[in-house]
């Protein structure tokens, strides 16, 4: 299965509802993704299987800009090229496999979601979302990366770290399902991404 990451568009919307109740059911109210589009604050993608797409998309570079050097050895450990089409392929809807987005404000991008579908998560599609998310952030002049994550998930902590995240801050009792508390955590100030390899969702 080949994967595809593009800019999200209305007509996923449906997919990233089912993938957003599957991944936090007890999650109230449910984000409205509809208005999230329309928000000039935020931006989302998604990955997508392209393997019935007959075509190569075109292929662009972020700006070597804030994140210049994280953003290269990004590109570089995954020779990562695909950028965000936001035009539908000609057989129209495609299967969705899981998206994420970002608020930007200034030059800082903060993370909001990244989610997978659970048939198909520990297959690298959780990392090439956070790569995409990096990139786009780039593009848009970000400086800095931040995000939550819950303390038990040390998987995702894992990934984050690898890709010059670090820890800054603890939210406690942020999660309203179970008042976890949150791990808050930057690239601002961070190293260059680790060498060694973590599990993706």
């Known amino acids: 299965m080949a994967y595809y990451v593009r800019l999200m568009r209305k007509e996923d919307i449906p997919q990233a509802d089912e993938i957003d109740r599957e991944a936090f059911p007890t999650q109230w109210p449910p984000v409205d993704y509809e208005r999230e589009l329309q928000n000039w604050l935020a931006h989302y993608i998604a990955a997508c ?51 994420a987005g970002f608020w930007i404000m200034a030059d800082e991008a903060h993370i909001t979601n990244i989610v997978v579908r659970k048939i198909h998560r520990r297959r690298g599609i959780g990392e ?68 060694s390899h973590a599990s993706p969702s």
């Open 49 to 99: 299987d392209d393997s019935e797409m007959g075509e190569e998309p075109e292929v662009t570079v972020a700006p070597e800009k804030g994140f210049s050097k994280l953003a290269s050895r990004v590109r570089q450990l995954f020779n990562y090229g695909h950028t965000f089409g936001s035009e539908l392929p000609l057989s129209g809807k495609q299967y969705i496999l899981g998206f």
């Open 128 to 195: 090439l979302l956070l790569i995409s998310i990096i990139d786009l952030a780039t593009g848009l002049n970000a400086h800095n990366l931040t995000l939550e994550v819950r303390a038990s998930n040390i998987a995702a902590q894992s990934l984050y770290y690898k890709y010059g995240f670090t820890q800054v801050g603890l939210r406690r009792g942020y999660y309203t399902d179970n008042k976890e508390d949150a791990v808050l955590m930057s690239t601002e100030n961070s190293p260059q991404p680790h060498s």
